[in-house]
């Protein structure tokens, strides 16, 4: 009675008071239940061979298998946010195998069963619900695992996850899992029925030992637990799996399937006056099949008249510079197996396995759709292909892809007289990788490949280069318990073919051969016929569970480098050593759950001996006990020379530079999630400067829609922006020398625009409709044109001659500089908008395991003027009244094995 005054004066005190005092018994009880490290890590589970009592796998782990057999896992720990800590909601699992399946039961209780997350989203998309997952490491060589996946809500993935955490979604198994959600007992549970027929193993091995790790998140509080943990700061992933052991008498490999395909589509698409191709309206129909064939602990792939068209589009770009843009693969045959055909040099890559029935090499000449029009070409046919990967209980790891591209021809009508072009030659593409793994501590590989072009006396052969070959090797040891590497890569280069072909090569801009800088120690050789090179790494280092880490890399690409016939190179000429020390915190401090500062230094220089770059970052990585996350790099650069900027002229000096990389996001767990991402660039000269700031929006709507936006908004200002290469008229009005081409740039200013919409709808865990819509503008003005001078003086006014503008005439769109009205050179005007919508509908119906039947819907307009729209209005305004492209598919799959 006396004190209910006390407690309406000081209610906020005692409040205070009592969640401090529970916040002070929670953590005495979460000592308590700490797990000793050497009790929660490397686990040894033993499975269960059973002979009947079969499991109906339905969710609920009420079959007697489960009730009565085998033995219960020890309680799961969490990894996340308190390592090594017994879960308030604990889980545990069962694991029983016959002769064709393995049976997984996981049981998982939860605190607030009003609360378990039953989100559905699409097939292979583990972001959403709470979840339960399992890998095996089947050879046990620490290299890779397949992972099962499955969500409260019932929705499947299935992943391949390597040892340095990269994973692979697109490997698709046939498996059946269901889960069923019991709140009277505040528990969700989950079964697995895994074939052995999806997997690959050494079904002779004599210690039927293979790595485990089964794992649970849930999602609203973004709590991980492990059976056996993998420490945040470990050694490598899958080297940290647990054990399964009693794996013996397996079943022999002997998975038969095929898969095979039916697909019709109808294009719709702008006409093209006076073209007898674009008449607007195109029918094509396909089928084909791929089968995959169990060879002992191998397994061969095979594809017949493949279909590879893609679901998902390559996002828009505008691309100013002379490099390459890089896509993403996202065809399912090249994606299966994908780290074991792996060989990637930095950012280099041995095989970019989209050259393989991309767009064709050329492109018909002259063609002006007044007078001469020529037939759409858009990827080469692929006739067939093959694919053998897998590990022997050896621990020699092997993978050869073999697929041949058709030789393509497009009509082409010049003043109404019709003939054919070759416009892709036919080719042979051939893929091996070997790798062999001692203990997962050493591993000594090697790589080829080989691409063949059959021109015969084609005119092609002018062109297009006749043969490609590289060979690679890789080493890797590990020392100390994983805790420091040794880490190597060196390849070889060689290309061939005719003189101009060569001399064609030397000159493109991954080359240069032809550039002022490089004349005194390379210079195009017009009567070569092959050019050869090499590139790798050398990377020494401390890694694994450590709270220090560093490392020190020394890297070259020499001239004649060139990996783009099968690979992806960006650039050669180098040589560069790069320094990295880092601090890692994974325990709470403060307001933080965890901490990463990374320092770099990196230096570059050309073959030339000259020094082309240097750069200094700071890194820092962290989440908040909100987790929220922020990822903040800042970078100083200096001595900057780009030697591709003028496509082959003088290297160009820039003046110093910082570049500033910010993302931020909300807590991933909930319902709402908004991320923030800012990139800039500002040179000290005060001219140039790049801006891009990204905020994004992710809404989880009940538990079947999915919607996620994301705006993009660029600003850039360039005082040096490259404009063209012009040849001399005459008479010249600045002091260079006749012979050598006028180098334009000029002051861009550019803005871009982009909003990227995803509406996912998911009825069941088989059926889902998926929207993508994304609307791209560019808009670039030019002024202030100057010509290149003195490219890599120190002052920044003397690199270029500014053109006075009074001498500068504009007719058709070209500008001709002119003194006493003689012409001396011209340019096209670079002003430009260009405008672009991309959208698709997907519906897809899982409706036997394996087997699926999808309706698509593309849609695209696209449009470069070089009248320019300021605004992203009114370029929206124009982008929806351009002519479009419309697709309409429908393709439907079966899979079956024998």
């Not at 946010?81 to 017994?86: A, G, K, Q, T």
Request: proline share 4%; hydrophobic share 35%; charged share 20%.
């Amino acid at each position: 009675m006396y004190l209910r005054p006390f407690f309406r004066r000081n209610h906020m005190k005692c409040i205070s008071i009592i969640v401090s005092l529970f916040c002070f018994l929670s953590a005495y009880a979460q000592q308590d239940s700490v797990v000793p490290f050497d009790k929660a890590y490397k686990r040894v589970y033993n499975a269960t061979k059973i002979s009947d009592n079969k499991p109906v796998i339905d969710g609920m782990l009420n079959d007697l298998l489960w009730q009565e057999e085998g033995v219960w896992t020890e309680k799961f720990v969490q990894v996340s946010p308190f390592e090594r800590v017994i879960s308030l909601s604990p889980t545990k699992a069962k694991l029983f195998y016959d002769d064709k399946f393995i049976y997984v039961g996981i049981y998982c209780k939860d605190a607030f069963p009003e609360k378990i997350n039953q989100f559905i989203g699409n097939r292979d998309d583990n972001s959403l619900g709470d979840l339960v997952s399992i890998a095996f490491d089947t050879y046990h060589d620490f290299r890779a695992a397949p992972e099962f996946n499955i969500n409260a809500g019932g929705n499947k993935t299935d992943l391949v996850v390597t040892d340095k955490l990269s994973v692979n979604l697109s490997w698709n198994a046939v498996w059946e899992g269901k889960t069923s959600v019991n709140k009277a007992d505040s528990s969700w549970s989950a079964e697995l029925k895994i074939p052995f027929s999806q997997l690959r193993y050494n079904q002779l091995s004599e210690e039927g030992i293979w790595g485990l790790h089964i794992r649970r998140i849930i999602r609203r509080n973004n709590e991980v637990q492990n059976w056996s943990m993998i420490p945040l700061k470990n050694n490598g992933h899958v080297f940290s799996f647990g054990e399964v052991h009693q794996m013996t008498e397996l079943p022999k490999a002997r998975g038969i399937e095929f898969l095979p395909y039916t697909m019709g589509k109808f294009t719709s698409e702008p006409v093209v006056p006076g073209s007898p191709y674009q008449t607007g309206n195109r029918w094509k129909g396909n089928i084909g099949m791929d089968a995959k064939f169990a060879l002992s602990d191998f397994t061969l792939d095979m594809t017949i008249n493949p279909d590879y068209g893609q679901v998902e589009l390559d996002p828009s770009v505008m691309n100013l510079t002379a490099y390459e843009t890089f896509y993403d693969e996202k065809r399912p045959f090249f994606l299966e197996g994908k780290h074991i055909l792996d060989f990637a040099s930095g950012n280099d890559m041995m095989f970019y396995t989209r050259r393989i029935g991309g767009s064709p090499s050329y492109s018909p000449s002259g063609i002006d759709n007044v007078n001469s029009f020529a037939e759409t070409k858009e990827n080469v046919p692929i006739l067939g292909a093959l694919k053998l990967t897998g590990t022997n209980r050896h621990g020699l790891t092997m993978g050869v892809l073999q697929s041949i591209t058709a030789r393509s021809s497009a009509k082409v009508s010049r003043n109404g007289m019709e003939t054919e072009e070759v416009v892709e030659p036919l080719t042979n593409y051939s893929v091996a990788r070997v790798q062999k793994n001692w203990k997962g501590n050493t591993l000594l590989g090697g790589m080829v490949t080989s691409v063949n072009r059959f021109m015969e006396d084609s005119p092609l052969k002018e062109i297009l280069f006749s043969n490609a070959y590289s060979a690679g090797i890789d080493f890797v040891q590990y020392f100390s318990n994983r805790l420091y590497y040794i880490d190597f890569k060196g390849i070889y280069s060689s290309v061939n073919g005719s003189e101009n072909a060569i001399s064609l090569l030397q000159r493109n801009p991954v080359h240069y051969y032809q550039r002022e800088s490089a004349q005194s120690y390379l210079g195009v050789d017009s009567r070569r016929t092959s050019l050869n090179g090499t590139g790798g790494y050398l990377k020494v280092g401390r890694k694994g569970n450590a709270k220090w880490f560093f490392s020190e890399t020394v890297g070259w690409t020499s001239p004649g480098f060139d990996l783009n016939a099968i690979g992806y190179l960006k650039e050669a000429d180098f040589y560069e050593n790069e320094s990295e020390i880092g601090y890692r915190q994974t325990t709470n401090w403060k307001m933080f759950r965890s901490n990463t500062f990374t320092l770099t230094q990196r230096n570059r220089w050309n073959y030339g001996g000259e020094s082309v770059l240097n750069t200094a970052s700071l890194r820092w990585q962290s989440m908040t006990m909100k987790r929220y996350e922020v990822d903040f790099k800042e970078t100083w650069a200096w001595n900057m020379l780009d030697s591709r900027m003028l496509r082959g002229g003088k290297d160009m000096r820039f003046d110093p530079s910082f570049n500033t990389y910010l993302k931020i996001n909300t807590d991933k767990a909930k319902r709402v999630l908004f991320t923030m991402t800012y990139e800039g660039t500002h040179n000290t000269d005060g001219y140039n400067s790049a801006n891009k700031i990204s905020p994004a929006f992710t809404f989880r709507l009940g538990n079947h829609v999915y919607l996620s936006s994301q705006f993009d908004y660029a600003w850039n200002k360039d005082n040096l922006q490259y404009v063209s290469s012009s040849v001399p008229l005459g008479n010249q009005i600045l002091p260079i020398r006749p012979v050598v081409p006028y180098y334009v740039m000029g002051h861009m200013s550019q803005e871009t625009y982009g909003l990227t919409m995803k509406l996912q709808v998911n009825v069941t865990p088989d059926i889902s409709l998926q929207l993508y819509g994304s609307p791209f503008t560019s808009t670039a003005t030019f002024s202030d044109f100057k010509v290149a001078d003195n490219t890599t003086s120190s002052t920044y006014s003397e690199r270029y001659i500014p053109i006075d503008p009074a001498s500068l005439k504009l007719s058709n769109n070209i500008y001709s500089v002119e003194k006493e009205g003689v012409p001396i050179f011209n340019f096209r005007k670079p002003d430009f908008s260009f405008n672009e919508f991309r959208s698709n509908v997907v519906a897809r119906w899982e409706y036997l395991p394996g087997s699926t039947l999808f309706f698509v819907w593309e849609h695209r307009m696209s449009d470069r003027a070089s009248s320019v729209i300021n605004g992203w209005g009114d370029n929206l305004d124009r982008m929806f009244g351009l002519p479009a492209r419309n697709t309409f598919m429908i393709k439907v799959n079966y899979w079956f094995s024998i």
